[in-house]
């Protein structure tokens, strides 16, 4: 396999932490770009990886950052905005993509892999409608193009199971908003399994792969089942949508914004797929009954940097 220099926005995340040494194992060489490399040294730890400072909304750090790089992966993707306009998720995805690809045209980079998401460009959510002008920016875009739209993904660190797992520790009842909105969870390993062949398989340019997971579960029964994974008996309470909308209004007043006004439209619709993009990439998905149970119970920790798949 070709090794490729390969650098990667929004690399230090969730997502990153288990795509980059994906792509370390394939030989790659990867520079990591992050607006404070000191909180993610872990990463720069991996021979073969770099983790740079790097104001990737700039336009001249970047194409510093591109020079002689065979490939760039684009990962920034925000949950909330400080305000609740729009323009921080427009920055963050409509801007900042925009950014990448004249940079990536001006250094000389061709290949772009875009992450984005499930639903992109449908429904009233700032989050949904700015990942859609974001791929049709890389779409209009000259580059040899690759977009990834997942589900909600899961694996060590996410933001779904461990999440719930850590406030089900803690909350005896939990109100729950569009506890009837519906995910696909498709497991970390396999998102980043995706990246990866898509890196050198050419057919995989100009197409839009959808990552799902193989269960469809609504977002209450989901609740539940990790409150089952964890051992505790939890009252979930379905909130109707005009409590649900209060809630996320609420929530965005808390510290960490955990739910607010843009994730409730987002909740509207169904973030499962039709398609499934990991077939056609010839990836088998993971089911979470595999992965999670060992998660929730702490079992993942040692393999941060690798995947499961390996393990089971
Ligand atoms: N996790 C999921 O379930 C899921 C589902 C569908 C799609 N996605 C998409 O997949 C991508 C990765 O997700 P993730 O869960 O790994 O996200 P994450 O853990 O929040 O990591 C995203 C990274 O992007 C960088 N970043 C965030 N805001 C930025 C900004 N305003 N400007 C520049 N860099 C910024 C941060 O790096 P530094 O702080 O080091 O700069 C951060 O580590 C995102 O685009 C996300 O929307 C995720």
Redesign the pocket.
């Known amino acids: 396999m070709k090794s490729l220099k390969i650098v990667v926005?929004?690399g230090?995340?969730?997502?990153?932490s288990h795509l980059v040494p994906r792509l370390q194992r394939d030989g790659h060489t990867l520079k990591v770009l992050?607006?404070?490399r000191d909180?993610?040294r872990e990463l720069g730890v991996l021979p073969g990886v770099s983790v740079d400072n790097a104001d990737?909304?700039d336009r001249a750090d970047l194409i510093r950052h591109l020079a002689g790089a065979d490939a760039a992966i684009n990962?920034?993707?925000?949950?909330n905005e400080r305000g609740s306009d729009g323009s921080g998720f427009r920055?963050?995805h409509v801007e900042?993509t925009e950014t990448v690809i004249a940079a990536c045209a001006a250094s000389g980079v061709s290949r772009l892999l875009q992450?984005s998401?499930l639903r992109a460009g449908e429904g009233d959510s700032h989050y949904l409608k700015t990942r859609g002008e974001a791929e049709a920016r890389v779409k209009a875009s000259a580059l040899a193009w690759t977009i990834f739209r997942?589900?909600?993904?899961f694996g060590f660190g996410?933001?779904?199971f461990c999440r719930f797992a850590k406030l089900l520790r803690i909350a005896p009842v939990l109100p729950l908003a569009r506890a009837g909105a519906k995910f696909a969870p498709v497991y970390v390993g396999d998102v980043a399994e995706a990246f990866a062949r898509a890196l050198v398989h050419k057919h995989t340019i100009g197409r839009v792969y959808e990552l799902a997971g193989p269960r469809v579960i609504a977002l209450g029964e989901l609740v539940h089942w990790t409150a089952q994974m964890i051992g505790k008996r939890r009252l979930i309470i379905p909130l109707p949508d005009t409590l649900g909308f209060v809630q996320a209004w609420l929530g965005e007043w808390l510290p960490g914004k955990p739910i607010s006004r843009d994730n409730f439209r987002s909740l509207k619709l169904d973030s499962v797929s039709d398609e499934d993009g990991l077939a056609a990439l010839g990836i088998v998905a993971t089911p979470m009954e595999l992965v999670v149970p060992a998660l929730l119970r702490g079992q993942g920790r040692q393999q941060r940097y690798d995947t499961f798949r390996a393990e089971y």
């Open positions: 926005l929004g230090t995340g969730f997502v990153g992050s607006r404070n909180l993610h990737v909304c990962l920034v993707g925000i949950l920055k963050a900042l992450m998401a997942p589900s909600v993904i996410d933001g779904l």
